[in-house]
T-cell receptor, first 113, second 113 residues
Framework: AQSVTQLGSHVSVSEGALVLLRCNYSSSVPPYLFWYVQYPNQGLQLLLKYTTGATLVKGINGFEAEFKKSETSFHLTKPSAHMSDAAEYFCAVSDQNNNDMRFGAGTRLTVKP | DTGVSQDPRHKITKRGQNVTFRCDPISEHNRLYWYRQTLGQGPEFLTYFQNEAQLEKSRLLSDRFSAERPKGSFSTLEIQRTEQGDSAMYLC???????????FGQGTRLTVV
């Protein structure tokens, strides 16, 4: 079974600073990896996903993530934080048979002016 | 609206009552998932369907919980004899086959008083 660990339940950055949200996964088979964002009182929205191919994945709103198999990581980054990026971010993993998807506990991103 | 819809959005019930939630997935999606999310936690997997078949159930899904997906279209999640610990956001998601991203509904927030 797959699992995800998100390091840091809360990350705070200044506007314009680098955003780095950490995600490590565990999977006995090649994984599919996802980052979702959840704004207050809204459903989960997909930011980006890795399935196969290029390990650096670009998503919406300037976010990107790199799949590093040797480190079992899929960290989410954005070069310059914007106030509107403040939200909860969830990393998720599923197997390539597209079976159940498991989420990390989430990281709340706060952006200071 | 062609997204995943959940009904109701909010439900307040007295302890011991039964409640039923409905999820209408995106029509061409054959996989449907139910998750539970409590404050400060990531979505916890409950169960998923491929078409009308319920393929996996989490240990979190006690015998008070039952889910159905008749005809492989909409799904219902029923909780019998609700307890205060059942208070949470119940999320539904649907997706297609290999590599398909999951689309989430906005959830049903259950409060058991």
């Amino acid at each position: 079974a797959q699992s995800v660990t998100q390091l840091g339940s809360h990350v705070s950055v200044s506007e314009g600073a680098l955003v780095l949200l950490r995600c490590n996964y565990s999977s006995s088979v090649p994984p599919y990896l996802f980052w979702y964002v959840q704004y207050p009182n809204q459903g989960l929205q997909l930011l980006l996903k890795y399935t196969t191919g290029a390990t650096l994945v670009k998503g919406i709103n300037g976010f990107e993530a790199e799949f590093k198999k040797s480190e079992t990581s899929f960290h989410l980054t954005k070069p310059s934080a914007h106030m509107s990026d403040a939200a909860e971010y969830f990393c998720a993993v599923s197997d390539q048979n597209n079976n159940d998807m498991r989420f990390g506990a989430g990281t709340r991103l706060t952006v200071k002016p | 609206d062609t997204g995943v819809s959940q009904d109701p959005r909010h439900k307040i019930t007295k302890r011991g009552q039964n409640v039923t939630f409905r999820c209408d997935p995106i029509s061409e999606h054959n996989r449907l998932y139910w998750y539970r999310q409590t404050l400060g936690q990531g979505p916890e997997f409950l169960t998923y369907f491929q078409n009308e078949a319920q393929l996996e159930k989490s240990r979190l899904l006690s015998d008070r919980f039952s889910a159905e997906r008749p005809k492989g279209s909409f799904s219902t999640l029923e909780i019998q004899r609700t307890e205060q610990g059942d208070s949470a956001m119940y999320l539904c998601a649907s997706r297609t086959g290999t590599g398909g991203r999951a689309f989430f509904g906005q959830g049903t927030r259950l409060t058991v008083v």
